[in-house]
């Protein structure tokens, strides 16, 4: 089966599951998602929900059961903000790559269309933990106030797609204001995530303050702040997982 055709066969399973989205309908949120990080500041990336499912299930093909199981970096509603054309998504891969070699990233528009020409291939790393797939400048940047669907997922069966393990979710691009930038400017780059944070801006906050940490690891602020970060969304399993890959 050829890449294009296995991307497209994955991507009509996944809508035979998700449906037809309507917009603007708001699906209730599982928990609140303030938090208050070291800075003694509170923050909220409650909001709309969406429907999707940050967590892989069982076991199925080459992916056998694990705990935690392959998850998406994301709050409870399944909807994330962020500033970038081109953002980062974090997902906690629960396999050596000696079991499973590769995972894909597919990306949808409001109309459920593919807005990548194929699925952007990730190689998985030796050993378990927390990765980063960047959304390539080759793409096509996201665009202002637009949602995304994202469907990431663990190729188990290259044969047969829905032997694959998967987590799917949202995204949505939004104009920075001139307050926030000025905050940025005003902030060192490795607390940058405090100020997308207080704005509700999940991806931005989370890769900033992941950044931080690779590049200040002894710092116990950033450490504190990532425990009660995942914490307010209900990921506290994943506080001592190491991140593997940060780009």
């Known amino acids: 089966m050829t890449q294009i055709k296995l991307y497209f066969t994955t991507l009509l399973f996944f809508l035979s599951f998700t449906g037809k989205i309507s917009y603007g309908i708001d699906e209730p949120s599982k928990a609140s998602s303030f938090f208050q990080l070291a800075s003694n500041q509170n923050f909220d990336f409650d909001g709309d929900g969406r429907p999707g499912n940050r967590k892989g299930g069982a076991s199925r093909g080459n992916c056998p059961a694990t705990q935690p199981p392959l998850t998406a970096l994301i709050p409870q509603t399944n909807l994330g903000l962020t500033t970038k054309e081109y953002p980062t998504f974090w997902f906690y891969i629960p396999y050596h790559s000696t079991e499973i070699h590769q995972a894909e990233l597919m990306l949808l528009d409001e109309n459920q269309s593919p807005i990548l020409e194929k699925p952007i291939l990730v190689q998985l790393s030796k050993t378990p933990g927390i990765i980063s797939v960047k959304l390539p400048s080759t793409a096509k940047p996201l665009e202002?106030?637009?949602?995304?669907?994202?469907?990431?997922?663990?190729?188990?069966?290259?044969e047969n797609p829905s032997n694959n393990h998967s987590v799917h979710g949202w995204i949505k691009r939004v104009q920075g204001s001139q307050e926030l930038n000025s905050q940025l400017g005003n902030n060192q780059t490795e607390k940058s995530y405090l100020v997308y944070a207080e704005n509700g801006i999940w991806y931005d906050a989370l890769t900033s303050l992941i950044q931080g940490m690779s590049a200040n690891p002894s710092d116990s602020t950033l450490s504190n702040d990532w425990s009660n970060f995942l914490k307010s969304v209900e990921l506290e399993e994943f506080i001592q997982i190491p991140i593997i890959d940060c780009r």
């Open 144 to 158: 202002l106030e637009q949602e995304y669907h994202w469907f990431f997922e663990l190729v188990c069966d290259s």
